[in-house]
């Protein structure tokens, strides 16, 4: 991309000025402990993954810390036999690294980064079905995420991992809850926070007995201008003994240091920032002409393109429903799903993008993080993430692009700039990972649709 004048990127409590080489100095900032004067403990292993042991005693070389097999971990038969009917045959690298610090006694707490798509979610479900007495009818593991649809697929996985136990796993979001009066007896519980913090409240979810609190998105969780306070809220009800499990892609320097203190004396496995960008995800801009030329584009793409299914995100919730209508009424099978929406039908939106019914949907960053699905191999940044102060923000891009390229495929994000404001926006979060995002000819059709065909290949 051509330089531009300033531009900054908003990282929690602190910004960067892009004249003073952010890749170089933020990177610094976040790498944090691994700069000079490494503390003991730590592994640097090659990949640049950073390993800080909470036990300064340990032995960062002994085979204990990374499990090449699901058997080294000393499952139950159970769990091994669910893990193995999702087609799982061995660990991926977060949870070799992370299996064995979750899964030790004493219980330690953890805080795990890994790049989206590359396994978080069975690291910290197979912790849960491992740690819960299927015998005690009481909830002894709760893991709460930010979003409904979030929720719903991490009990999906919960249940196909351990469908061959006796654990039983509850929900606890909106209409989907207990009925009122009826207490939790469920081994494990997972749910959004507003609706956990309710079940609390009203006496029906129990804490006493929990052994394990899990943040996913763990990042977004702590934000003190979002998820924050109800999610401290429902750490201060659980025991002191809890074990504290916080796992997310991204880390700003800010909410790691809070991340710290909500997790005290926590393993860290951490990445630089340099390498949070997955390499299969091509990364790519079109330069439109204004906002209404970004809808022609748009239309121009989905002709020429064969994307088998695709996310769109916007900033706000009336230009989903805009470009979904525009894109129906072109024969595309498209539905917009946004925080207006009541539960149910959001729910079934979701369950017809999973089954392939809907290819396209188009979003705000509700969807943004976690969502999973394989056949997603486009991303559109149709309108720019910032932050709620108008800076752009990176995290939120890396999120929203890594719902594709997930577990090793690839994947395309192509991002939409049409002014000197997106433009800069882009370009902040470019230099911010450090990795260049390529321009799309869109003056030129034939040229367009040259590019866009090599980039699906
Ligand atoms: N050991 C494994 N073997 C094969 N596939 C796996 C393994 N672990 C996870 N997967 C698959 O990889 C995909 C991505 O996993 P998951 O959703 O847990 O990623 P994540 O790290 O939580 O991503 P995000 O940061 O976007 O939330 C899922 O479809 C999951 O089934």
Redesign the pocket.
């Known amino acids: 991309m051509a330089s531009e004048s300033e531009s900054q990127v908003k990282r929690g409590d602190f910004s960067v000025t892009l004249d003073s080489d952010p890749v170089d100095s933020m990177a610094t900032e976040l790498q944090g402990l691994t700069a000079e004067g490494q503390p003991e403990g730590l592994i640097d292993t090659k990949e640049q993954v950073q390993i800080k042991l909470a036990d300064q005693q340990a032995d960062p070389n002994s085979p204990l810390y990374s499990a090449k097999s699901f058997e080294n971990l000393g499952l139950e038969p159970e769990l091994l036999k669910g893990i193995y009917d ?7 690298k977060i ?1 070799e690294r992370a299996l064995p610090l979750l899964l030790a006694d004493p219980p330690k707490n953890m805080i795990g980064q ?1 790049q ?7 690291a910290f479900v197979l912790t849960m079905l491992s740690r819960v007495d299927a015998s005690v009818e009481a909830p002894q593991a709760l893991c709460i995420a930010p979003s409904r649809e979030l929720v719903r697929q991490i009990l999906d996985v919960m249940q196909q991992m351990g469908k061959y136990t006796q654990i039983k796993v509850s929900a606890a979001i909106k209409d989907e809850g207990p009925p009122r009066g009826q207490k939790i007896t469920s081994q494990i519980v997972v749910g959004t926070p507003g609706t956990v913090t309710e079940l609390i409240r009203r006496n029906q979810l129990n804490m006493r007995q929990l052994k394990l609190l899990v943040l996913d998105e763990a990042d977004n969780m702590l934000d003190q201008q979002g998820l924050g306070d109800q999610s401290i809220r429902i750490k201060n009800m659980a025991p002191k003994t809890c074990q504290i499990v916080l796992f997310s ?1 991204t880390f700003a320097e800010s909410v790691r240091k809070f991340a710290a203190r909500f997790a005290p004396n926590a393993n860290e496995i951490s990445l630089k920032v340099s390498e949070l960008s997955v390499d299969a995800i091509k990364q790519v801009y079109m330069d439109c002409k204004d906002e209404s030329h970004k809808l022609q584009v748009l239309e121009e793409l989905y002709s020429v393109l064969t994307v088998s299914q695709s996310i769109i995100f916007v900033r706000k919730r009336i230009t989903a429903d805009k470009i979904a209508k525009m894109m129906t009424s072109s024969g595309h099978k498209v539905v917009a799903l946004h925080g207006q929406l009541d539960p149910q039908t959001r729910d079934q939106v979701m369950d017809g993008f999973r089954n392939g019914l809907i290819k396209v949907l188009v979003t705000t960053n509700v969807l943004a ?2 969502i ?1 699905i ?1 056949q997603i191999n486009v991303v559109i940044n149709y309108d720019i993430p910032v932050d709620g102060n108008g800076r752009p923000d990176a995290e939120t891009y890396l999120h929203r692009i ?1 719902r594709t390229g ?2 090793g495929r690839t994947g395309v994000a192509i991002n939409f700039v049409h002014d000197a404001n997106s433009f800069r926006e882009l370009k902040a979060i470019q230099d911010y990972f450090g990795r260049e995002i390529i321009k799309v000819e869109t003056s030129d059709e034939e040229k367009m649709e040259k590019a866009l065909k090599k980039l699906l290949q």
């Open positions: 999702m087609n799982f045959s061995k660990p991926s949870q890994s989206s798509g590359t396994g978080k979610t069975a892609a993080r976690g999973d394989s890594g997930r577990f």
